[in-house]
């Protein structure tokens, strides 16, 4: 049987405000979710600077060494957006003022609003295409494997609810979580023995304290469906015979 | 007068968790802002997977590039707590069983809970020095420039909050906002003409949307107070020129 392909995405995330703590970031979480259901796994992500070099060294690296690229931030009206113009240069061309774009924008747009400020925002790389804008119209693009995306989360979001149907995805990796309440330490060997006995299988570990309920949340994650639940199966058996109970999860 | 040094500082969250979307981090923005204070600028931010090879490569690329870098994730006692070991390796060393790491935990914890997954969170490279872990007393450590701090939100900025008078910052960068109830694109013209006139002054345009109070915060940052103070009055002046009412901020 082939093996499913495995998909791969990076997330840049552009802005000053991001990385001063000024904004906390809601996209990355958000999007990994949405690119996981439909079998992209997302890999890398980074937040940098509204810095032209910076922009346009990050998506040459990245762009290079994953399936997708997926940008937010930096595609608005005012001067401190300089992502397309970045982008551009990244591939080697330069921005122009796109006609579809341009109709778009004047579609939306009450008589006199249309200002020049706003006439920036039709502005994409040379090659790019359009992705498409629900909520505030401006549209992103595409230029060969980036995607590039409102950072404002409602319309980033949106942005990617409307572009998911046009990725071709690989295999999904479902996940598996059970949850027991106690410690992580105490149960490192029963983990780690089926970490090494599932070769496909990715074995988390993640412990919580809450007051009166700190435990340990076991994550296994895999694309291999079968083997998931097999792993499963052998990690509950395995706490079951050391008389732990198993408190919540996907357990039968 | 001498300038203020800029000190920079870049940030590598190590944990599958967050790649997936599962979990969502809450340590960047605090991160941010605590160093921002203290006058180090964090310059970028990663998200990795916990594999050996991304974070040695990743720990060595920022490590030369910035003044202080920080991890967060991966030193706890299962199977996939890999960070140490791969730090390790970055600098060309390995890690061992620190003595001070050890006594730290059996004071830590009663009698008989200090099993072998626990003792492996006393291992650091050699070379590292121990940080204090004022919440759930396993360390963390820093070898070279590098700060290795816990995961867990609560513990990772309860460590943060323990080692930040250690580190010397620089110029420390201020920030004033004003925010006008309408959209950014209206003011683009006069913000890009302050960022223009003010060289050392980050204007940052940040359009919000809510139901009924849309409009943008324009948020200007510095280190030097007397420019910043003068970029803020001269682009308060230039709204209120043009009749625009400024609704909240630093503005007199």
Redesign the interface.
Known sequence: MAQPTRVTAAFIIIG???????????N??????RL?ETGI??????????IEQ?IIDTVRELAVRVDYVFTSGGI??????ITADAIARAFGTETFEHPEAVAILERHYAEGEF????R?MARVPRGASLLENPV?SAPGFKIENVHVLAG?P?IMQAMVDMLLPSLAGGAV?E?RTITVLIG???I??E??DV??AFADI????????KPGASGTSI?L?GSNIAMLDEALATITAKLEARGIEIWAGDHK
């Open positions: 000053n405000e991001i990385l001063s703590g000024r904004t906390q970031d809601a990355l979480a958000f999007l990994a979710q996981g796994q997302v890999v890398e992500a980074r937040v940098i600077p509204d910076t608005g009206p005012t001067h401190d957006d200002n020049p400020a706003r920036k505030s404002v409602k990796v996940s992580e330490s105490v490192a060997t983990m780690g970490e090494a990715d074995v988390g570990s993640y412990p919580y304290f994550v994650r």
